[in-house]
């Protein structure tokens, strides 16, 4: 009976691992691995990019003056870089053969709603998949369908740098995120206008770790990289500020001083209603003004209130 057992087992756990070979066997994969699954399947073949400048001149001068032009003439470091314009878009003899026209042959194209999306990216991924890209996958954008080429234009000089789709990264940015622009121009805001500040100084466009596309894996770590005086730690930590700067500022722009949400002395009090001090900003019954709040509310007394090392800070007084 145990020998019965033993020998389903034995045949259970080689069709499981046949399964498994199969599945990615380079024969299964190939679509995955070629540079164009498309045109690769049709036997399309590279021929060069001498041809693909006889048809395509304006493209060609323009491409010429980039960066990535002249990596692929005079540095190309890469099989994928020799082949200049066929690196990326695929082989052509197809698309030569058929007199050229847009979306002829299997070459990838690059326009907007051409070609899924990931398959625009995996073109891109081929040279740029690790670093600052390591987390792409699963990310935001790339789960919003938004390719390599919404934010970056490789054929042209657009931008001095990173070859970004408009003029600067924050036009970039604002292509999509317009509430955030519409934060950056409250009274109270980021330095981004005044160019001392980017997206990029906080968010890793291509995802990250940490929430929010941060660079870092908490919002606190990335806001005390520049904030050091915030760091800590404090013989005496006020919870919501450990917990997350989140709590009580708002990052982008706010109409309240300080990047805050919500003025004090209500902002304390959204916490500390009816502890120690009255819940409202004046004495309830109207005859005289509860001192206790007048001018900046709270933090008039308790200053501060980001943490003290004070042996008498337990009310963060000094």
Same mark, same amino acid.
Request: net charge positive; glycine share 10%; with cysteine.
């Given at each position: 009976?145990?020998?019965?057992?033993?020998?389903?087992?034995?045949?259970?756990?080689?069709?499981?691992?046949?399964?498994?070979?199969?599945?990615?066997?380079?024969?299964?994969?190939?679509?995955?691995?070629?540079?164009?699954?498309?045109?690769?399947?049709?036997?399309? @073949?590279?021929?060069?990019?001498?041809?693909?400048?006889?048809?395509?001149?304006?493209?060609?001068?323009?491409?010429?003056?980039? +960066?990535?032009?002249? =990596?692929?003439?005079?540095?190309?470091?890469?099989?994928?870089?020799?082949?200049?314009?066929?690196?990326?878009?695929?082989?052509?003899?197809?698309?030569?053969?058929?007199?050229?026209?847009?979306? =002829?042959?299997?070459? $990838?194209? *690059?326009?907007?709603?051409?070609?899924?999306?990931?398959?625009?990216?995996?073109?891109?991924?081929?040279?740029? &998949?690790?670093?600052?890209?390591?987390?792409?996958?699963?990310?935001? /954008?790339?789960?919003?369908?938004?390719?390599?080429?919404?934010?970056?234009?490789?054929?042209?000089?657009?931008?001095?740098?990173?070859?970004?789709?408009? &003029?600067?990264?924050?036009?970039?940015?604002?292509?999509?995120?317009?509430?955030?622009?519409?934060?950056?121009?409250?009274?109270?805001?980021?330095?981004?206008?005044?160019?001392?500040?980017?997206?990029?100084?906080?968010?890793?466009? /291509?995802?990250?770790?940490?929430?929010?596309?941060?660079?870092?894996? @908490?919002?606190?770590?990335?806001?005390?990289?520049?904030? @050091?005086?915030?760091?800590?730690?404090?013989?005496?930590?006020?919870?919501?500020?450990?917990?997350?700067?989140?709590?009580?500022?708002?990052?982008?722009?706010?109409?309240?001083?300080?990047?805050? +949400?919500?003025? $004090?002395?209500?902002?304390?009090?959204?916490?500390?209603?009816?502890?120690?001090?009255?819940?409202?900003?004046?004495?309830?019954?109207?005859?005289?003004?509860?001192?206790?709040?007048?001018?900046?509310?709270?933090?008039?007394?308790?200053?501060?209130?980001?943490?003290?090392?004070?042996?008498?800070?337990?009310? *963060?007084?000094?």
């Amino acid at each position: 009976m145990g020998g019965c057992r033993r020998d389903l087992l034995l045949a259970v756990f080689a069709v499981a691992l046949i399964s498994i070979v199969v599945t990615y066997t380079p024969a299964a994969q190939g679509a995955t691995a070629s540079t164009n699954s498309g045109a690769a399947a049709s036997g399309a @073949t590279y021929v060069g990019s001498d041809i693909c400048q006889g048809c395509h001149q304006e493209q060609a001068a323009k491409f010429a003056k980039t +960066k990535m032009a002249k =990596v692929f003439a005079s540095a190309a470091r890469t099989p994928a870089e020799k082949q200049g314009c066929e690196g990326c878009h695929g082989p052509g003899s197809k698309h030569v053969e058929a007199g050229g026209g847009k979306g =002829v042959g299997g070459l $990838v194209s *690059f326009r907007k709603g051409a070609e899924a999306a990931k398959q625009q990216t995996a073109v891109c991924q081929k040279c740029h &998949e690790k670093g600052q890209r390591l987390y792409w996958e699963g990310g935001p /954008h790339e789960g919003a369908g938004v390719t390599c080429t919404n934010c970056h234009k490789v054929m042209e000089n657009v931008s001095e740098k990173r070859n970004f789709a408009k &003029e600067t990264e924050l036009e970039t940015c604002f292509q999509c995120h317009a509430l955030k622009k519409a934060q950056l121009q409250r009274s109270s805001h980021m330095p981004v206008r005044e160019g001392k500040l980017v997206c990029t100084s906080c968010h890793n466009p /291509h995802n990250s770790q940490g929430p929010r596309q941060l660079k870092q894996n @908490t919002i606190n770590e990335n806001c005390v990289s520049c904030h @050091t005086e915030r760091r800590g730690p404090f013989l005496w930590e006020h919870p919501p500020v450990v917990e997350n700067c989140g709590n009580c500022h708002t990052p982008h722009g706010s109409t309240n001083p300080f990047l805050l +949400k919500v003025r $004090v002395p209500r902002l304390c009090q959204e916490c500390h209603n009816y502890s120690r001090h009255p819940s409202q900003p004046y004495d309830p019954s109207g005859s005289t003004a509860n001192t206790r709040v007048l001018g900046r509310g709270c933090v008039q007394c308790h200053p501060q209130i980001h943490g003290s090392n004070h042996p008498s800070g337990s009310m *963060f007084h000094r």
